[in-house]
């Protein structure tokens, strides 16, 4: 069997490298197939994965609020399997978490992150006569780290001022330029429910999402809560995972044990993730095609060499070689092509990657000066698998043509 | 009496299409151990498809066919391969061999799909063939830097090379000179005599075909009735 293996690997060789200018033009499909491949997996992962980790980094992975999914039971329809409701009213409920610091302490004491709490209100920032819409955080300062990057957000000032400060306000630094204010100046907070106070800005915040730096401010908890004119008021629990993965079992857990609303990130960002699986699909919808375009050259490069040798066949099949060992011996062929341009390939991909990722650009979300890419092993076994298996697809139909073919009418012919 | 090597019954080749052709028609033929067989006869006469008929090259339309023992009218592709593989030898009008290969490695070739030797033993054995047969300096010549005669005789050291028990020759010196004739014949005649091989050749050459041991002559696909040695064209 070893005898016949040999066999079959130094006539493939042969062939292959007797022509050396088609087997070039082949493999050299097959690379830029491969290459274009990689590099585009790893740019729409590598964007993919910087989007998604701004998006993670900006936000709780999970957020507990003091909503509730479905309505509260009500007492009858316990009692009856079929009740029937009528003229109910929705009774007037403090807003808030309740026993927030004992739930805190009850969900860190199983869950692997940290949990922070924070109140949210809607208000206008006014400074010099120039007013925006403002979403008012407020946080304490020192469990917020724990669960977001406020602290290594924060450009001018520090976290730990809105603590010294008398009403002290974090100010995202888009917001800021808005309105014109600096560290050290005084702006005015005013809420929907009337709520009015004078805040001195006593740092600027980047997060390095637009959306955020121009909308969001901090302030301390005790504050954010008079501006929501609710003292005591916890409207969320924000929760740091160790494993960000985790998110959506921990949310499922935690509105278990709750039953307060408890939304992971991906929750929170179905559609975008859902786009994301869509963008996947038609990327490597694309990268087949691509690969499949490389693969007619094998099968063009097959085909001759099985059209030029027809006479070798018929020899070899007259001498006693199977048809599968003749079948064999051009599948290899194609192999030697897909093989040659899979390595080339992953050479190029990845050269292509770093010198994509070494360019600097301006991006139009994020901080980030250089296109995201990412290195995954996957990319490489991915677009190496697929141009491999469409190089023997293509090469097997020529070479099962040519292991049929009938010595008899071949050696009549060269008679 | 031992059993001879190949037993034909109503061998017949019948070319089905618009117009039927019969190529061989109900061939009665037997080839001992060791016998040198000339097939002789006039161009279109079915010899050439009789041989093909005889090394498996091409199944009878009807008709049995026994080698060495073995009934073959129904094996498939694969064993009738490995039956021509491991039974049967080649030499035709035209040499055949691999253009990109060496005549050492031409003559390895069978021998290496057989698989039954090292790599070590398979390279002496195909030097021994090739020396045997006047080549040991164009080993390691390809066949475009060989003459007729040469390419020619690594072409037999090749159809030697698993040490068949029959040979089957279609016009085998039917493109070389008169020397280069005789030098494959003195071959092929000290192979029946030394090894016991059986040879079945087909040959306009007179003079090779009275050098056999017995010959038949093929008119329209059959044997003819009584061979003439004198004039077997």
Do not use: C
């Amino acid at each position: 069997m070893t005898g016949a293996l040999d066999l079959i690997v130094s006539i493939a060789v042969t062939h292959v490298r007797a022509r050396l200018r088609q087997t070039f033009v082949g493999v050299l499909g097959v690379a830029t197939g491969v290459g274009f491949s990689v590099i585009m997996a790893a740019l729409m992962q590598g964007s993919q994965e910087d989007f998604v980790a701004q998006l993670v980094d900006a936000m709780p992975h999970v957020s507990v609020s003091d909503e509730r999914r479905n309505p509260p039971v009500q007492p009858a329809e316990q009692d009856y399997a079929a009740a029937q409701i009528s003229g109910q009213s929705t009774p007037a409920m403090r807003r808030g978490v309740k026993n927030p610091y004992a739930l805190m302490a009850s969900l860190e004491a199983w869950l692997p992150g940290v949990v922070a709490p924070s109140v949210q209100a809607r208000a206008v920032i006014r400074y010099a006569g120039r007013d925006t819409a403002a979403n008012v955080v407020g946080v304490d300062p020192r469990r917020e780290p724990k669960v977001s990057k406020i602290a290594a957000q924060i450009r001018e000032g520090s976290l730990e001022a809105l603590q010294r400060a008398s009403n002290g306000i974090i100010l995202g630094d888009g917001l800021a330029k808005k309105i014109g204010a600096r560290v050290g100046n005084s702006v005015v907070v005013a809420t929907g429910g009337g709520a009015t106070m004078s805040a001195r800005v006593v740092g600027l915040s980047h997060s390095g999402m637009k959306i955020n730096d121009e909308t969001q401010a901090y302030t301390l908890l005790k504050t954010a809560q008079v501006l929501a004119g609710q003292t005591g008021l916890v409207n969320e629990l924000r929760i740091r995972l160790n494993d960000v993965m985790q998110a959506r079992e921990m949310a499922d857990r935690i509105e278990a044990q709750t039953g307060y609303k408890s939304v992971s990130w991906q929750e929170q960002n179905e559609d975008l993730l859902s786009a994301f699986a869509i963008r996947n699909l038609i990327m490597y919808t694309v990268v087949g095609a691509i690969l499949l375009v490389a693969s007619f050259g094998t099968y063009n490069i097959v085909s001759t060499i099985t059209h030029e040798k027809t006479r070798d066949i018929a020899i070899m099949k007259s001498l006693g070689l199977r048809e599968s060992t003749v079948r064999r011996i051009f599948v290899l062929e194609a192999m030697i092509i897909g093989l040659g341009g899979l390595l080339i390939g992953w050479a190029l991909g990845y050269l292509m990657s770093r010198g994509l990722g070494s360019i600097e650009i301006n991006l139009p979300f994020g901080d980030k000066n250089h296109l995201p890419i990412a290195y995954a092993p996957q990319h490489y076994l991915i677009a190496g698998g697929v141009a491999l298996a469409s190089s023997v697809f293509a090469g097997y139909f020529p070479a099962r043509k040519a292991a049929s073919l009938h010595p008899v009418e071949i050696i009549r012919g060269a008679s | 009496m031992s059993a001879p090597l190949v037993v034909a019954r109503g061998l017949t080749r019948i070319l089905t299409g618009e117009i039927e052709t019969t190529l061989v028609d109900g061939v009665d033929l037997d080839i001992a151990a060791g016998e040198f067989l000339a097939i002789t006869g006039p161009s279109g006469s079915g010899k050439s498809s009789l041989l093909y008929l005889l090394g498996l090259l091409d199944e009878p339309t009807r008709g049995e066919l026994a080698i060495d023992g073995r009934e073959t009218s129904r094996l498939r592709e694969e064993a009738r391969a490995d039956l021509r593989l491991s039974t049967l030898g080649f030499v035709f009008q035209f040499h055949f061999l691999l253009p990109e290969f060496s005549a050492l490695d031409n003559v390895m070739l069978p021998m290496r799909a057989f698989g039954r030797l090292s790599d070590r033993q398979m390279t002496a054995q195909a030097r021994d063939l090739l020396a045997s047969l006047g080549l040991e300096a164009h080993m390691g010549k390809r066949p475009d830097q060989m003459s007729g005669g040469q390419r020619q005789r690594v072409a037999i050291a090749r159809a030697l090379a698993n040490r068949p028990k029959l040979i089957l020759a279609d016009e085998p010196t039917g493109n070389l000179d008169s020397h280069s004739t005789e030098q494959v014949l003195a071959i092929l005649r000290k192979l029946v005599d030394e090894t016991k091989t059986s040879v079945a050749i087909v040959t306009h050459d007179l003079s090779l075909a009275a050098q056999a041991d017995r010959r038949v002559h093929v008119v329209d696909g059959r044997l003819a009735p009584h061979a003439a040695p004198s004039n077997p064209a």
